[in-house]
């Protein structure tokens, strides 16, 4: 079957948010679409979280609320994404089948009154969620409201992992397809060490509290289940709403910034979506949190294969769950949506059109917020909505990307595993903290599994990629002799899918590509740090690193591996390798970058600090994104005659852009 990309019947930009009107009397119904036709809102998610009353006593349905929504939004011209709300189970199920609440590590079953409590191994759990699935796809398959199929609610937030009897049972049938036999498993467990030799299949648990650290195959095997179950769950309810609506798209909201879902092979997940959707939101603490954002978005678009996705989820202003929860300043909401369109998304949606009364979110921001329309949040929604669809042109455009960086959540999942070098070694900082020096250099990142083509970059970043099949590290060094640049961070080749040791010496995976090895991993005490003989300084981490082949570029000056290599160049093939084996700060990532970037076809732009430039391009033409985080004014050079969107002004030579505003710059071909 061919999937279907987009919502159906949408022709421009996604915007709007999710809409809860079962939280209001009917009346304000007609306030809210009145509303909406202001604001430019073009689609909302519905029924997210309605199982109670849509079901609201088993095999007893009520939609008749429902079916005066969906006519009310498409009589208003506003499509509908239509959930299955089986991230809430009632409380009648969980009264019926309470063993399909979670079990953690620790044994404590959770009890109800929260949301996404589910074992996503129980069979009652499925044959509900596949029930009420029927049910809306029956009723809803030919609406013609319905443009998009929801499923489900951020899997994997805010529990992943069951450790419930039914879920070791299923966990043990997945070993069984993953392995054959017992004595695979335990081969690839290693489990002579530490005498854990399983003789049969009913032998094997989950890795739930042990009295020290635990078998680390286990766990990771472990992980790869809980994601695998999730997806399955997924599965199951779009193959029902294919069959039943087969015209419409289906899509469940990932939530693939690394600081919000770490449970989840989006990898893998991808592939099993129509559309590609995120939910994003602000660490709102953390210092240049616009970099993050369009790490995300660089990465949900890598997910999407380049293709344009979908932000089904940000904030209008504070969210409700950080300890605490800032307000964005004026002009930040904009920025913040914009910055994911010009990195892919063909749309912003948000959590939520109007603002709860009540429950654990009521203080979440929304697009209609407590204020009324009286508010600065309401007139930026409103203008917000006309600057997208003043830009919807855009739609359907691809992103011009600069050089590719690796991830693998799997490689995440081993590293983080108890007993390694440095608890301090965190891949999450690394790979944020090499994304932020492509960033500050200009570059657009995509992202990219270890195994994936590489042969269209010029350079590819490896910030942290501690668990490498054989396959990966074959990938690299083709690339690397083909003619491209490869820069790898420390701590990375060293273990196999099953975290076991590669053979021989240190970086296994990547010594033949890198030309060396290392002979002693040399973590650093907590607050210590070690200087280079090029004035830039690392934490952390560093490495006894012996050159077979590599040159030597900068030198450790002191520290436990004084007077050693500290970061190497190799020549491989027609193309080269270097190796980074500390954790540099900023100065010296940007110094590396630097120096990598020299003899490529690559040429960053001359910008300001936090002047984001992001390119798409499409059938007409090209689409130059121009965002300012700044105070003050910044000048773009950008040759040519073109036109800039938002504010329809003819451009020639210079895009001016306001501190603190966005310009859309379209160049036809």
């Not at 079953?109 to 409590?117: H, K, L, M, P, V």
Request: hydrophobic share 40%.
């Amino acid at each position: 079957m061919k999937r279907l990309r987009w919502p159906a019947g949408l022709d421009t930009l996604a915007y709007g948010g999710d809409y809860t009107p079962e939280q209001w009397p009917k009346p304000v119904w007609q306030e809210d679409v009145r509303l909406m036709r202001e604001a430019g809102v073009t689609m909302v998610s519905v029924g997210i979280f309605a199982w109670a009353l849509l079901e609201p006593e088993p095999g007893q349905y009520e939609f008749g609320w429902l079916d005066h929504l969906l006519d009310l939004l498409h009589d208003n011209g506003v499509r509908v994404d239509l959930a299955t709300p089986t991230v809430v189970p009632p409380a009648w199920f969980y009264e019926r089948h309470p063993e399909a609440l979670p079990v953690n590590r620790e044994g404590v079953r959770y009890a109800f009154g929260s949301r996404g409590a589910i074992c996503h191994s129980s069979s009652d759990y499925r044959r509900a969620a596949v029930s009420i699935t029927e049910q809306l796809g029956r009723r809803y398959g030919e609406h013609p409201a319905v443009a998009l199929w929801h499923v489900h609610n951020e899997y994997g937030a805010p529990v992943s992992a069951c450790y419930c009897e039914t879920s070791a049972a299923a966990f043990r049938t997945w070993l069984a397809g993953r392995y054959t036999t017992v004595k695979e498993l335990n081969e690839a467990w290693g489990a002579t060490f530490w005498g854990q030799n399983y003789n049969s299949w009913e032998q094997v648990q989950p890795p739930r509290l042990t009295p020290t650290v635990g078998n680390p195959a286990q766990q990771l095997d472990w992980v790869r289940f809980t994601s695998d179950a999730l997806m399955e769950s997924f599965k199951r309810e779009r193959d029902v709403l294919h069959s039943l609506s087969p015209g419409i798209p289906v899509t469940t909201n990932f939530h693939a910034g690394l600081a919000q879902c770490d449970s989840l092979d989006y990898w893998a997940w991808a592939q099993e979506v129509d559309l590609v959707t995120n939910d994003h939101y602000l660490t709102a603490e953390a210092d240049r949190n616009h970099v993050t954002l369009a790490m995300t978005a660089d990465l949900t678009r890598s997910l999407a294969g380049g293709r344009p996705w979908l932000l089904l989820e940000h904030s209008t202003s504070a969210v409700s769950w950080q300890p605490r929860n800032i307000a964005k300043q004026p002009g930040e909401m904009s920025r913040n949506s914009l910055a994911h369109v010009a990195r892919g998304s063909d749309g912003a949606m948000f959590f939520q059109w109007r603002n709860s009364r009540f429950g654990a979110e009521k203080f979440h921001s929304a697009m209609l917020p407590q204020a009324g329309i009286d508010s600065r949040i309401w007139r930026e929604v409103v203008r917000l909505g006309q600057d997208l669809d003043a830009i919807s042109p855009v739609r359907g455009s691809r992103v011009v990307s600069d050089v590719a960086m690796l991830w693998d959540w799997q490689s995440w999942w081993a590293q983080r595993l108890e007993w390694r070098p440095s608890v301090d070694l965190d891949a999450r900082e690394r790979a944020e903290a090499w994304y932020a020096a492509a960033y500050d250099q200009h570059l657009t990142v995509d992202f990219a599994h270890p195994e994936a083509d590489l042969s269209g970059y010029p350079l590819v970043v490896v910030p942290a990629l501690y668990a490498m099949t054989e396959a990966a590290g074959t990938n690299l060094r083709r690339y690397a002799e083909d003619g491209g640049t490869l820069v790898v961070s420390c701590f990375s080749g060293i273990v196999d899918e099953r975290d076991t040791f590669h053979l021989g010496p240190h970086p296994g995976a990547l010594r033949d590509v890198l030309g060396l090895t290392v002979e002693e991993f040399t973590p650093l005490p907590a607050g210590d740090r070690v200087r280079l003989d090029n004035d830039t300084t690392g934490d952390v981490w560093s490495e006894v690193v012996t050159l077979r082949g590599a040159e030597r570029i900068w030198s450790y000056l002191d520290g436990p591996a004084a007077g050693l290599p500290a970061v190497t160049r190799h020549a491989c093939g027609s193309g080269s390798a270097w190796y980074v084996s500390t954790c540099l700060a900023a100065d010296g990532l940007d110094a590396v970058l630097r120096a990598v970037i020299a003899p490529t076809t690559l040429t960053p732009r001359d910008l300001p600090r936090d002047v984001e430039v992001v390119e798409r391009a499409g059938s007409e033409g090209r689409y130059l994104f121009a965002i300012n985080h700044t105070d003050d004014e910044a000048k773009i050079d950008i040759g040519g005659p073109g036109m800039e969107l938002i504010t329809g002004d003819d451009v020639v030579g210079s895009l001016h852009v306001p501190a603190g505003g966005v310009r859309v710059f379209f160049r036809s071909w």
